[in-house]
């Protein structure tokens, strides 16, 4: 089999009993010699996500990886913008606030998504963070919008890269400190 993907256009060629998929077009070959291509700009590249179709804002990973790199927000707060089919940052925390400024963001009837920065020290006093992922969803909140973010969850989280920890929260027990400082060790 020969395969290639230069200016756009894969090519398969050769004797292969084989399943292949290209740009959502299902092929089955059998032993015999075929010659064919396809051209994959008929098949334009999505950035939303496959199973709810929401895209990522460029302003979501950005902030996540100044947050990462410069320490520059304590948290970030994500929300799902339906109408634009997008995640976009809704808040984002400064290096003086604390976990209850953290929690406060969040709604108390709405899902969302959130990064946060866990600053502790270890038994030997030695000093330590972690970056902290929290999908954030309450019992209270509509059965649509518990939906659209459970969907939308492993999609968003894989581009953030450098989570070390995930929590998923549906009431603030769930998130509390204590269960952060545990998670963080």
């Known amino acids: ?75 970030i707060v994500y929300k799902i913008e339906e109408k634009q089919k997008q995640v976009i940052v809704e808040k984002l925390g400064e290096p003086t ?18 990064v946060y920065d866990f600053e502790f020290l270890t038994p030997e006093g030695v000093p330590k963070s972690r970056i902290f992922f929290i999908a954030w969803s309450p019992d209270t909140s509509r059965v649509r919008n518990k939906m659209i973010y459970a969907s939308s969850k492993d999609r968003f989280k894989r581009e953030l890269d450098g989570i070390q920890v995930e929590l998923q929260a549906t009431d603030p027990t769930e998130m509390g400190l204590d269960v952060i400082k545990s998670r963080a060790s």
Do not use: Q, W
């Not at 996500?49 to 990886?65: E, Q, R, T």
């Not at 604390?98 to 969302?112: G, K, M, W």
């Open 97 to 114: 606030e604390n976990y209850e400024d953290f929690t406060n963001s969040l709604p108390a009837d709405e899902c969302r998504y959130a």
């Open 1 to 75: 089999m020969n395969f290639r993907c230069g200016s756009r256009v894969a090519e398969i060629k050769g004797p292969l009993t084989s399943h292949l998929i290209i740009g959502g077009i299902f092929f089955l070959y059998i032993l015999s010699p075929i010659s064919f291509s396809v051209d994959l700009d008929r098949y334009p590249r999505k950035m939303a996500n496959a199973a709810s179709g929401m895209a990522v804002h460029d302003d979501c990973k950005l902030k996540f990886l100044e947050l990462k790199a410069k320490r520059t927000y304590r948290f």
